[in-house]
C-alpha cells in the first residue's frame, strides 16, 4: 500500500518551460488537493477535486492548471513556468472533505531559474 | 474568517526536555476539526492527530498530548522528555465543516538538541 505518490520529486526548469507533476493515490480517496509550500508561509492550496472528472480553485491557482481523469490520479501543470513558482509541491488526497484527514505525498522541490 | 497561528517560529530545547507547541484558531463555525503534522528533515508530512471541535478531552500518546481549549480556541501539542527525532516542523490545521478546506498555520521548528 503505497499511500501518496508523486512524480518527480525534484526537478529544475527554466522561465517558460512547461511541465506537469504526477499524483497518485492507492486508497480510493475522492478527494485530491495541490498545495505549495514556501518557507515562513505554511501551505497554501492550489488546485482541488472533489471527484473524478472535476476540478476547482484553491487560494493561489494563477499559474497553474489541474486535471482528474482518473480517480487514483491528480495531475498540476504548469505552462509556463516562472521564478516565482519556484517552491515544495505537495500533493493530498482524503476519503471526503473536512472531517476526514489529508495524507500527503512525500512532495516536488520545483526550482524555476 | 478561518485562520491559525502558529505564533513560535523556532524552539530550541536540550534533549529530555518538555515542549509545548502553541496553536491559535478564529473560526466561526460550531463544528470544524483540527488537525497537527510533523515534518520532519526528510521533506514529508506526517498525520499526528485530529480533533473535532465537540471532544475537548484531552489525549496522550506515547510522549505526545494535546490540550484543546474552545475557551481560548486553542489547541497545543506538549512532547514529554524530547529526543532528537522530535526535531522536525510541526503544522497545526484547521477545517471547518462541510468545506474542502485546511487552513495550515506557518508552522513551527523544534530543534532537539543532543
Not at chain 1, 505552462?79 to 476526514?100: G, I, K, L, N, W
Amino acid at each position: 500500500n503505497a499511500g501518496v505518490t508523486q512524480t518527480p520529486k525534484f526537478r529544475v526548469l527554466k522561465t517558460g518551460q512547461s511541465m506537469t507533476l504526477l499524483c497518485a493515490q492507492d486508497m480510493n480517496h475522492e478527494y485530491m488537493y495541490w498545495y505549495r509550500q514556501d518557507p515562513g508561509m505554511g501551505l497554501r492550496l492550489i488546485h482541488y477535486s472533489v471527484g473524478e472528472g472535476t476540478t476547482a480553485k484553491g487560494e493561489v491557482p494563477d499559474g497553474y492548471n489541474v486535471s482528474r481523469l482518473k480517480k487514483q490520479n491528480f495531475l498540476l501543470g504548469l505552462e509556463s513556468a516562472a521564478p516565482s513558482q519556484t517552491s515544495v509541491y505537495f500533493c493530498a488526497s482524503s476519503y471526503s472533505a473536512s472531517r476526514d484527514t489529508q495524507y500527503f505525498g512525500p512532495g516536488t522541490r520545483l526550482t524555476v531559474l | 474568517a478561518q485562520k491559525v497561528t502558529q505564533a513560535q517560529t523556532e524552539i530550541s530545547v536540550v534533549e529530555k526536555e518538555d515542549v509545548t507547541l502553541d496553536c491559535v484558531y478564529e473560526t466561526r463555525d460550531t463544528t470544524y476539526y483540527l488537525f497537527w503534522y510533523k515534518q520532519p528533515p526528510s521533506g514529508e508530512l506526517v498525520f499526528l492527530i485530529r480533533r473535532n471541535s465537540f471532544d475537548e478531552q484531552n489525549e496522550i500518546s506515547g510522549r505526545y498530548s494535546w490540550n484543546f481549549q474552545k475557551s481560548t480556541s486553542s489547541f497545543n501539542f506538549t512532547i514529554t522528555a524530547s529526543q532528537v527525532v522530535d526535531s522536525a516542523v510541526y503544522f497545526c490545521a484547521l477545517s471547518e465543516a462541510g468545506t474542502y478546506k485546511y487552513i495550515f498555520g506557518t508552522g513551527t521548528r523544534l530543534k532537539v538538541l543532543a
